[in-house]
């Protein structure tokens, strides 16, 4: 039997291919460093381990309400406060199973067949999929590495038409680590369409700057987040939603016919990441801010053009057009010839295109060997 149409059209998540074909490769022998995937290589936190198995022991085991645990709501609204000096009632978070099941069920939320979303270019590979696939059209308006990647508000207005829904931004972001200053967010928040949304995913992963939630500027904004970067939680699957208060009864519907809840003692781990202690965060964002100094200068002597540094996350996105303008061609032969696994910067949009999004959520002992055999491929490309 045919697929859906929805389902024929949904485009390879390339990153996820390459981490397939960088395992063939493993499987055959060959040595392969890894810098395609966005996945912190730091164990999650003992303490919040230790949550997890003491709830499990005590039987949170069960359903929990579809919008999430009281306690980590509470927490959350706790943190809001203590982390932006906003304000947020524990009744607008929706918890969800990680942060990709978040921003699905605000675009079904909001959008009906044809409704429009703005959005940058480059941006996160699944943005304009999720979008697609609940029947809503993109818009997207360029970034520049001369500019930092920045999310510019008046290339934003240009880009809305009729129709257009909603804004869905990224800070900081994938795959450029680029941050929007408090002025930028302030301008985007009053953009004349109806919804803005925030994927916050990476606060707190910063480099002499702070991330600013859109909450400051704009009360009525969707805002998505969740665990799995600042505390090493990709595989714990636990997130947030915060809603528009009109909204949330809507959500919790929507949550409880889909996904019925979130774990039950993965949401308690959750509570002793936001309550425990913080040292273990602080020291990986410490060592990402080692490797990230390492990863410039090493990419920056190999020839790629890395005009302003980013101040979030924990990716590179390196001008590589002198050597390919397939960026996918590129992350290839790198991959079997090298033996590196590099994103292609086509999977986050056309203006990517020619470049490489390098991850340094990598050892430095990594990162110094993956960069060694770029070198020596590309002094073997010269010769």
């Not at 859906?4 to 291919?17: E, H, N, V």
């Not at 920045?150 to 795959?175: E, F, H, M, V, Y």
């Not at 707190?204 to 090493?232: C, P, W």
């Not at 959750?270 to 425990?276: D, E, Q, T, Y």
């Amino acid at each position: 039997m045919p697929l859906s149409s929805r389902a024929s059209a949904m485009p390879p998540f390339r990153a996820m291919q390459l981490l397939a074909q960088a395992r063939g490769l493993e499987k055959q022998g060959r040595d392969i460093v890894h810098m395609e995937l966005g996945e912190p290589d730091f164990p999650t936190p003992h303490p919040i381990i230790e949550a997890a198995f003491r709830a499990a022991e005590d039987g949170y085991t069960s359903y929990t309400p579809a919008e999430g645990l009281r306690e980590l709501r509470e927490a959350l609204s706790q943190y809001y406060l203590r982390e932006y000096q906003v304000g947020v009632s524990p009744e607008r978070f929706i918890i969800t199973v990680g942060s990709s099941p978040a921003l699905w069920m605000i675009l079904a939320a909001v959008l009906e067949p044809g409704d429009g979303v703005i959005m940058t270019d480059p941006h996160y590979a699944c943005y304009p999929n999720d979008v697609n696939f609940v029947g809503g059209e993109t818009t997207q308006f360029s970034l520049f590495a001369e500019e930092g990647f920045r999310t510019d508000p008046q290339r934003a207005r240009k880009a809305i038409k009729p129709g257009t829904r909603a804004i869905l931004i990224n800070s900081p972001a994938n795959p450029t680590g680029a941050i929007i200053s408090e002025d930028d967010l302030r301008d985007l928040a009053e953009l004349p369409i109806p919804h803005i949304i925030s994927d916050e995913i990476y606060h707190r992963i910063t480099y002499g700057v702070k991330a600013h939630t859109i909450l400051e500027y704009h009360d009525e904004a969707f805002v998505v987040s969740g665990f799995s970067k600042l505390y090493a939680m990709t595989g714990w699957r636990l997130g947030w939603i915060i809603c528009p208060p009109d909204f949330v009864e809507s959500f919790r519907r929507i949550h409880q016919n889909l996904f019925l809840c979130a774990s039950s003692f993965v949401q308690k781990a959750g509570v002793a990441a936001l309550s425990g202690p913080q040292d273990e965060v602080e020291r990986m964002v410490r060592t990402y801010a080692k490797r990230r100094t390492v990863i410039l200068s090493a990419l920056r002597e190999l020839g790629f053009k890395i005009p302003v540094e980013p101040p979030g996350a924990f990716y590179i996105l390196a001008d590589a057009r002198h050597l390919d303008g397939s960026s996918e061609n590129l992350s290839h032969r790198l991959l079997n010839e090298a033996g590196v696994a590099v994103t292609p910067g086509v999977d986050f949009g056309q203006a990517a295109e020619g470049f490489l999004r390098f991850s340094y959520a990598v050892s430095v002992e990594r990162i110094k060997e993956g960069m060694e055999r770029i070198k020596s491929w590309l002094k073997n490309q010269s010769t």
